[in-house]
């Protein structure tokens, strides 16, 4: 039988719904209690969450709780520092068939956050071995399959009906095309399914272009299909994963696409950012805003969208050959991703982790679209941005990383701003 999210999901999809679900976490247990169940008491298809903290994250269990009883405030929940009771109570009479919880972390070495959640009566959590190693973590990208693989191996035996959401299609959060990131979801989706965890879910970051992420979300769907059959998976849309509108205007108007674009795009689940994540950690209320924004968009949305065709047939080739070759180096997933990263057959656009080969490099075209100027050694057909020649300015990255949350702070609704001309004062960026 499915667990509690994958049968509330299948629930919400049977509705018509698309389930919300903000990234809440809170240092102290009755701030993450407070947040939970207003979350639960929203009356939407909502989903809670247990955001870990960043010293949880690189597994500094003392830092944490040294931190609360000096009155300082923490960017999560450090989960493996409170005592088991203590979380216990914290979710008490929430978490359940009506209100699954989350337990989002962050880390390459999961070992001691999969085991509390299990203690604590969880067993849905998220991340991956290459997509919580090669952008957040320094460590080994073997040392964290190795992680990845016991820590899997723990959760299908600890618990019934364990779910996995790999975040492998939010590389870097963004400046990463399409088919990379829907390659690397699905990989790790297969890696979660070989260790013994069936129900997984397959992430995705909206993008620069409404139509190209619609075409890439339908190519997802089509080679999970393929690669992982009809069943025990959904998707899950995140909200743009880079830098965020400054402005409220902006920042609504940013989320409600991202909720437009999962409905358009079939998504089940709706990861949503606030309008003060450029500012601040956000507050219980802004998060609660976020979902009833999002909530409303969707509701408004209708779900037939013709556009994105072309996208879509190249995200589908130029994924499957991705996933095609990595499978065909080694049996067990986690070695052949380890080999395909060691030869480049996988490549994360201006990633700097050491076992990156940092070849492949990306631009936002004149369409507004992700495409590559430099494949590096990944086994992709076709030609590269023209003149580009893998060249990208350290002008143009900065245009590009800001290149969303310019656009949607404009106030008259103009075209995003020009690419900047290259002149002698800009800084190449090796590639």
């Known amino acids: 039988m499915p667990g509690h999210l994958d049968r509330f999901v299948a ?64 960017n999560g929940y450090p989960i493996v520092s409170h005592p088991v009771e203590v979380t216990r109570e914290l979710l ?36 991956g071995p290459v997509s919580y190693c090669l952008p957040y973590s320094r460590l080994p990208l073997t040392t964290a399959v190795r992680a990845w693989t016991e820590s899997c191996r723990y959760l299908a035996g600890e618990t019934e009906e364990p779910h996995i959401e790999s975040f492998g299609g939010c590389l870097l959060g963004q400046l990463c095309p399409p088919s990379l990131l829907v390659a690397v979801t699905l990989l790790e989706g297969m890696f979660f399914r070989q260790h013994g965890v069936r129900n997984v879910s397959l992430s995705y970051a909206q993008g620069t272009l409404g139509a190209q992420d619609r075409g890439a979300l339908r190519a997802l769907r089509e080679l999970a299909r393929r690669y992982l059959g009809d069943d025990g998976w959904h998707v899950v849309l995140y909200t743009y994963m880079g830098v965020f509108p400054q402005t409220t205007h902006g920042a609504s108007a940013l989320i409600a696409d991202s909720a437009r674009l999962a409905r358009q795009a079939g998504c089940e689940r709706l990861i949503v950012k606030t309008v003060s994540e450029s500012r601040q950690i956000p507050t219980v209320q802004e998060n609660l805003d976020a979902v009833r924004l999002a909530v409303a968009a969707a509701a408004e949305t209708g779900s037939a969208t013709p556009d994105g065709e072309s996208f879509q047939e190249e995200v589908r080739q130029e994924a499957a050959s991705l996933v095609d070759h990595v499978l065909a180096l080694h049996d067990d997933i986690g070695r052949a991703m380890v080999k395909a990263f060691a030869a480049g057959v996988l490549d994360i656009p201006y990633c700097l982790h050491p076992d990156n080969h940092g070849r492949a490099r990306c631009v936002i075209d004149d369409r507004g679209a992700l495409v590559w100027a430099s494949r590096g050694n990944m086994p992709l057909s076709g030609s590269t941005q023209p003149g580009r020649a893998g060249r990208v300015t350290a002008r143009e990255l900065r245009w590009m990383l800001h290149h969303v949350a310019d656009s949607y702070d404009r106030t008259d609704g103009a075209d995003r701003p020009p690419l900047p001309p290259t002149t002698g004062e800009s800084h190449e960026i090796i590639g």
């Open 11 to 74: 629930s919400a999809r049977s509705r018509n719904r698309l389930v919300v679900q903000p990234r809440m976490g809170f240092g102290r247990p009755e701030e993450m209690r407070e947040g939970l169940r207003a979350v639960a008491g929203l009356g939407v298809s909502a989903v809670g969450t247990i955001t870990l903290d960043s010293h949880t994250r690189v597994g500094d269990h003392t830092t944490p709780l040294d931190r609360l009883a000096q009155g300082e405030h923490l």
């Open 92 to 127: 008490r009479d929430l978490h359940g068939p009506a209100f699954p919880v989350q337990v989002r972390h962050g880390t390459a070495q999961p070992q001691q956050v999969f085991r509390r959640l299990i203690e604590v009566g969880l067993d849905t959590t998220e991340g």
